[in-house]
């Protein structure tokens, strides 16, 4: 089994940054990528970004790419995503996900998730 475990959601305003953090442990050696993705209320759950699991390959969803960054540090077991020029609709509930497979951009590619942490953009 593999836990993860999200971190360091909250209240910001329009243009400003935040990074969220998520904490992987539990069997992590069978792991291929780890990505986030993130759900508006009344809305699909939407993928945002992936990463492979030696770091070397990124994946964005359209509505973020240029403006977030997924990065991991292998001596935290940690995956994070800076989000820059944050505006209203990139308030959701942002998961973390682990996939045994492949360096997916759907929920069924993904394994394992978190429990998620809110990010509120406000005007």
């Known amino acids: 089994q593999v836990q993860l475990v999200e971190s360091g959601g909250g209240l910001v305003t329009v243009g400003d940054s935040l990074r969220v953090s998520c904490v992987v442990s539990?069997?992590?050696?069978?792991?291929?990528?780890l990505g986030w993705f993130r759900q508006a209320p009344g809305k699909e759950r939407e993928f945002v970004a992936a990463?492979?699991?030696?770091?070397?390959?990124?994946s964005y969803g359209d509505s973020v790419k240029g403006r977030f960054t997924i990065s991991k540090d292998n001596a935290k077991n940690t995956v994070y995503l800076q989000m820059n020029n944050l505006n209203l609709e990139d308030t959701a509930f942002y998961y973390c996900?682990?996939?045994?497979?492949?360096?997916?951009?759907?929920?069924?590619?993904?394994?394992?998730w978190g429990r998620g942490t809110q990010v509120t953009v406000s005007a």
């Open positions: 996900a682990a996939s045994n497979r492949i360096i997916g951009t759907t929920v069924a590619q993904y394994d394992y």
């Open positions: 539990g069997r992590r050696c069978g792991l291929i990528a």
């Open positions: 990463v492979s699991r030696s770091g070397a390959t990124t």
